[in-house]
């Protein structure tokens, strides 16, 4: 056996001696992403600049007719400084982040992939096809693919692969809808590997993501690695754009800054992985949970990430391997989808205050800080955001300027997407963040109110 991965790019060739230059792209690559990296720090110095000297003054100013709004302007400056002192230590940890490096294939340890499928159709088969794709040994892995009940011919797909890979690919059919928990159980009960990764059924992922996805396991103290979450069906409309923007944000800036306290929060459902000694320890209660006193049947990834984290293991970001995840085109579907997420958030949220004191002290600190800034300014966002239709209303004359402030405010998360991804699409960043103030608004206040709710809100 030759204990190697094979090449996973073709690399550049000198025109004139045919020889490979392998460094002038890693050179390039690096030099753009120090240039993203200063203006990102040139930005934030910007905006303590602009809280001081213009942002507070002129709100104070504009809430001077009003007395009970003063107090209000002054705690929201007050906020807005631990957010921008906190997005900084994010950024810090960001800058300093670093993928775990791939191991050869001698040191792969055997691997289970478990895809849990519900009237997926066609997509199925794609998802399948990419992991019997990898670059992993084919000897230390093995796929399971569940389908939960589908109406469709989901499972003559399925079928279909399994007769075609009988070694690799194992079929398991439910007569009934039983739910996607059930169908991950089901999975991880039949799994042989030390570790199990889970695919979304509409989700494809590279050659290299399964090997990527090990590596950090060789450490034994991780417990469930998360992968890098990107769209795959990106020219389908502006949805898709605008959600590559948030998806880049959330995986290569948050979950990257997260790792680096070893402590992420969400291991995502389309791609993650996780050791299976662990994960059979917390499995029957995870399947069982009930959140008061209603079974929770959606934000499975977020919940066992939790029970990870509550068995005193870490959690870790893997920026390397990557899965391609079709996404919404149509706001219902977007609005179904966010309500699902910012259900599973608010219950998992209240969970991780119990749990984050069995962190060791250093990610506890910053845990708590976070969450702490992060959480409560959501109360005081939609004060602010009350204050300021108060103020349309009495003074139309400031709508230009709030619509502008919008506008520029969206510029430094695309400073944050061009670092990660030098791209035209950063230029989605701005009609995404006028779509989540005029579309998505009224998602996280309308989850909190519904957090028991069963649906699974993905069909």
Request: net charge positive; aromatic share 12%; charged share 20%.
């Amino acid at each position: 056996m030759i204990c190697s991965w094979r090449q996973p790019y073709m690399a550049n060739l000198n025109e004139n001696d045919g020889t490979v230059n392998l460094e002038t792209k890693g050179d390039t690559a690096a030099r753009i992403r120090l240039l993203y990296s200063a203006a990102i720090a040139l930005a934030l110095v910007w905006l303590f600049i602009a809280l001081i000297h213009h942002i507070f003054h002129r709100s104070f100013h504009v809430a001077l007719p009003y007395p009970w709004a003063r107090p209000l302007v002054r705690l929201a400056y007050f906020w807005a400084w631990l957010e921008l002192l906190l997005l900084t230590y994010k950024t810090w940890l960001w800058f300093r982040y670093h993928p775990v490096p791939v191991s050869g294939a001698c040191a792969a340890l055997p691997m289970t992939v478990v895809i849990p499928a519900y009237n997926e159709g066609p997509m199925v088969a794609k998802s399948i096809a990419s992991v019997v794709g990898t670059r992993y040994p084919s000897e230390r892995l093995e796929i399971i693919v569940v389908d939960d009940g589908s109406r469709d011919d989901t499972w003559e797909h399925i079928a279909s692969a399994a007769g075609e890979h009988p070694r690799l690919v194992t079929a398991v059919r439910f007569p009934e809808n039983r739910g996607k928990r059930a169908a991950l159980q089901e999975g991880f009960k039949r799994a042989r590997g030390e570790i199990v990764a889970t695919i979304d059924s509409d989700s494809v992922i590279d050659a290299d993501t399964l090997a990527a996805m090990a590596a950090p396991f060789r450490d034994p103290r991780v417990g469930a690695v998360a992968g890098k979450v990107v769209v795959h069906n990106l020219d389908q409309g502006l949805i898709p754009r605008m959600l590559q923007v948030a998806y880049i944000l959330s995986f290569d800036f948050m979950r990257a800054a997260q790792s680096q306290y070893r402590t992420v929060y969400c291991c995502p459902g389309a791609l993650a992985a996780y050791r299976v000694s662990v994960v059979r320890r917390v499995l029957d209660q995870w399947a069982r949970q009930t959140f008061l006193g209603a079974a929770c049947t959606y934000g499975e990834d977020r919940a066992l990430t939790n029970y990870i984290l509550e068995q005193g293991y870490d959690t870790v970001y893997q920026g390397n391997a990557i899965v391609h995840t079709v996404v919404p085109t149509r706001y219902a579907k977007l609005c179904k989808m966010f309500l699902r997420w910012d259900r599973s958030f608010v219950r998992e949220e209240i969970r991780l205050a119990g749990i984050v004191w069995r962190r060791p002290a250093g990610a506890r600190a910053v845990t708590l800080i976070d969450k702490i800034i992060t959480n409560l300014s959501y109360p005081l966002r939609y004060a602010v955001g009350l204050f300021v239709m108060l103020l349309v209303l009495h003074h139309p004359g400031v709508i230009p300027m709030l619509l502008l402030g919008v506008g520029v405010s969206a510029l430094l998360p695309a400073l944050y997407y061009l670092r990660s991804e030098p791209s035209w699409n950063w230029i989605s960043t701005i009609p995404f963040s006028y779509y989540s103030m005029f579309a998505l608004w009224w998602i996280m206040p309308y989850a909190a109110v519904t957090v028991r709710a069963r649906s699974w809100l993905t069909r």
